[in-house]
Each structure stands twice: as C-alpha cells, then as structure tokens.
C-alpha cells in the first residue's frame, strides 16, 4: 500500500517547502513506486483522495502502460455527523502531516468533479466485516486468497 499523504508528508520532512507542489509531486512519486512494483507482478493499493481528474487519469494511464486491470474503491461516510466525529478524532500520526479541517474536507467536495468510472463505493457507516467482504469480492478474491490478477487499487476517502 503507497500512500499519498505519507510522501507529501516525507518530502516537508526533507526540507522542500510548503508552498511548493508537493501534493502533485507526491503522487508522481506514489506513480513511479507503484509501477515498479507492477512491473514485477505485485499488487498495488493507492491511498489517496484522487479529487481531481488529472489524478484519477494517472492511475488509468499506469493501469494501461503496465497492462493490469485498475479497480477503483470510492470509501465515504454518508452520516455527517459521524463523519465529523471520526475526523476530529483521527490519529494517523504521519511526522509533519496535519489531518484535514472539516471546512477542507466540504471544500473538496465542492469543487472536485463527481466520479464517472466503474468503481466499488463504500460506506464507512456499514460494519467493517460486510465492507471487506464487499472489497474481496469486488476485487475477485477470497478472504484467505493471498494473490491473484494484477491489479492497481485505489482508495478514496
């Protein structure tokens, strides 16, 4: 699994500038980690909120070049309420990477376009056990199947 957040977060960490374009930097370096790891057959999990199209075409762009299939997974929380409470809680603890607001959260909603490809949406309001078993079947696995087709999956949150 590459995440988005982590490299931005490591690059600030290096000393490279808030103010510079770290955020589309980040997913370039999540691009080039994941198309080595295609490139000797290993499947890839992309954590990232993929708002903007340009992103999102990113990972079609991989998926194509490397020949294997791309499965986008699209996670929400549709109580709003619930929603809030589990930001301002969250913990992730990546150095030098602070969580979103909740105005930064409504802010992406407003202005990234709606999804237009195939794609598993999930409900973080759902028991977690009926939404990996959801994941596992929309990704044509069973839940003890360590391996199968070559897949790129992204995670939007």
Known sequence: ???????????????????????????????????????????????????????????????????????????????????????AARVRQIEGFPEPSWDEILRGRNQFPAWTDNRLTLDTVNARPGNLKAVLDYLGRDQGQETASRSAVHDRR
Request: charged residues 25%.
């Open 1 to 87: 699994m590459l995440g988005v957040d982590q490299a931005q977060a490591a690059m600030w960490r290096a000393g490279i500038n808030h103010s510079e374009p770290t955020h589309h930097a980040a997913y370039l370096v999540a691009e080039a980690l994941a198309a080595e790891q295609l490139a000797i057959g290993h499947d890839v999990i992309i954590d990232a909120v993929n708002g903007p199209e340009h992103a999102r075409d990113r990972w079609r762009r991989l998926a194509y070049r490397s020949q294997v299939e791309l499965k986008f997974i699209e996670v929400h929380c549709s109580d709003e309420q619930l929603h809030r409470r589990r930001l």
